[in-house]
């Protein structure tokens, strides 16, 4: 996806509805991701800055505004104001979690209908959205596993390789090296996110770049897309759902 584009959507993408608004035009995974990719940057930017709100959120919400009142008026993903306004009421983060998964364990049904209408409306904090952000990780190991079986590339997975004396480990380390693209490559790491510059940093520095110093070069798939202009670093490639159409050669010395 070029740049601009990629800009002008991700600034299309205000509130949960706009996921649903933009399904005619895009592809329903690169809304989800962008979604939630842009309010977790914006969640771990003002976290702080929204809870020291608390104490004037549990009198508002006493006072009979709603949940999703408050999270409109602070711009702030519902489930977390919830969080906010039980905890200063003097629940427990393990407790208020439970009420999230089973609303009924609250004593008012009132703030357990509140609260089921929270979890409905938040598409990035709810059990539902932990449930598809997993599904969709688990749908890119299996492209993945499916585009090297395909072309007979043996290799090792992460649970694999789990307990060998490296520390990290790439989704797939290639038994031996193959050819994308006329580059060579050791290993393949899935991506279920969107392949932007913030995501491509943060993971260039954290696996990618790690990676290459222990394995060799290696190629990273953002499955829901990726900018087409990324900076990689040096043995680092990137490719997205297209890669299912890219042959690969076993590598000669």
Known sequence: ???????????????????GRLSDRYDERLLDTLFTQKTSREVKKNFYRVKQNSKRMLKDWTKGTSIMGL??????????VAMFIFLEDGASKKEFWGYVKDPDLLESPEAAAELREAVRNDIV??????????????WGEGLLHEWLDGQGVGYRTENDLRGEETVKTPDCLLDEPVIYKGKKICWVESKASFGDNV?????????????????????VVY????????E?????????????DVKLEIFKD
């Open 232 to 244: 990689c670093p040096e043995d680092v490639y990137v490719d997205d759902m297209s890669v299912m």
């Open 223 to 230: 499955w829901v897309g990726c900018l087409d202009d990324l």
């Open 71 to 80: 999270s409109e008026k602070y711009r702030f993903p519902p489930i977390l």
């Open 1 to 19: 996806m070029d740049y601009d584009e990629y800009k002008d959507l991700y600034n299309s993408l205000r509130t949960a509805k706009d996921v």
């Open 199 to 219: 995501e491509f940093r943060f993971n260039s520095r954290k696996q990618l770049v790690p990676y290459t110093q222990l394995f060799g070069p290696g190629l």
């Open 125 to 138: 904090y709810s059990p539902d959205a932990s449930l598809r952000q997993k599904e969709r990780g688990l």
